[in-house]
């Protein structure tokens, strides 16, 4: 099937009556998110009420034609499987769990090339990006990367220019970090793309308040949002968190942030509950936990790259802190352990 010739960004003015449906793919991958989903969806389908047009059509795919389990048990019915025949205007892809294997489907791959060669509008939602990058379609462009990704969506994909802000629109592609953010994504790019009151009207309808802005960061909470962001302890972190291959003493810490030992180990007690070299270890841990489960890397490279010498020491570590050995944690699966991140806390003021 050829698709249409309408191009996003020279769409005719809707309220002329001059514009036919804009044709979605929404293509969904096993253990989706289901928030994703509606966040995608809904303002496409507040935009067909409030103008009383068919200003949008979507389908939902699957890689087979089979429903899709999300990551939250429910599953989704869809009306197709991707076919090399079809052709659409925009095709999203949403993932979230387990999204590593799919990289490898050259069907996929093929597919969303063949969109691309179409001039379709591209959309990754939050793994989904990663999709896009297998198939090479966001080689040299920005990629919002959701920040537990990030790591070993650098490392598998250099080629693309990886982001930890809340979402992208950038030349025919659309990239978010997920959950929230796709609202965000969606309701811009129907401002920049459709109409910017209609997309505002959709966004009072949602009760979004302001669009935050792509650039925004996406971890607003822990040390950046707190009195000790640009502070001695936040340089602390920043030290630890640029030298996890390399790690560095706490003596070098301190010193470089001009604090004794004693007085770093002080404030990390206060605002993390750990010592600095618990919070290090953290640190490497979570890096390791994800270059581990989102990468090919072999486990010696794992601990290499997160400061482990020894790899006796690194699996005994592991195994301690997610009660398996690293060789057994390689898959980014609901089941799989969890790496919780360590937060900060307010110090209690004295009564």
């Excluded at 060669?117 to 591209?122: D, E, R, S």
Aim: charged letters at 20%.
């Amino acid at each position: 099937m050829k698709p249409s010739s309408a191009r996003i960004e020279n769409l005719p003015d809707w309220r002329k009556g001059e514009v036919a449906a804009l044709r979605v793919a929404v293509l969904l991958l096993p253990s989706f998110s289901n928030l994703g989903l509606a966040a995608v969806v809904e303002p496409l389908a507040i935009a067909n009420w409030l103008t009383q047009r068919q200003l949008f059509e979507w389908t939902l795919l699957s890689l087979d034609g089979q429903p899709v389990q999300a990551s939250n048990g429910l599953s989704s019915s869809v009306s197709d499987a991707i076919r090399a025949d079809q052709g659409f205007d925009v095709c999203l892809v949403i993932a979230s769990f387990d999204v590593h294997k799919h990289s490898r489907n050259q069907a996929l791959k093929s597919w969303l090339r063949k969109q691309a060669l179409f001039g379709a509008v591209l959309m990754g939602v939050e793994t989904g990006t990663e999709l896009l990058a297998a198939a090479g379609v966001l080689d040299g462009y920005e990629a919002a990367v959701h920040w537990d990704n990030l790591q070993g969506f650098q490392e598998s994909y250099p080629r693309v220019q990886a982001r930890t802000q809340l979402y992208t629109l950038e030349r025919q592609r659309l990239t978010c970090a997920g959950a929230t953010s796709t609202l965000d994504m969606m309701i811009s790019w129907l401002g920049q793309s459709i109409d910017s009151d209609l997309a505002r009207e959709i966004a009072m309808h949602l009760l979004m308040g302001e669009v935050r802005q792509p650039a925004d960061n996406q971890r607003d909470g822990g040390l950046t949002n707190t009195k000790l962001y640009g502070g001695k302890m936040r340089r602390a972190v920043l030290l630890m968190e640029q030298a996890l291959e390399e790690p560095l003493d706490c003596e070098a810490i301190a010193s470089q942030v001009g604090l004794s030992r004693r007085q770093l180990e002080r404030q990390f007690k206060q605002h993390t509950g750990l010592s600095p070299l618990k919070y290090y270890i953290t640190l490497r841990l979570a890096r390791a936990h994800s270059l581990l489960q989102q990468t090919q890397l072999s486990v010696a490279q794992v601990a290499a790259c997160s400061g482990f010498g020894s790899l006796e020491h690194f699996s005994r570590t592991y195994r301690a802190k997610f009660g398996c050995p690293p060789s057994e944690d390689r898959s980014q699966v609901w089941t799989a352990p969890v790496m919780r991140q360590p937060l900060t806390k307010e110090p209690r003021q004295a009564s």
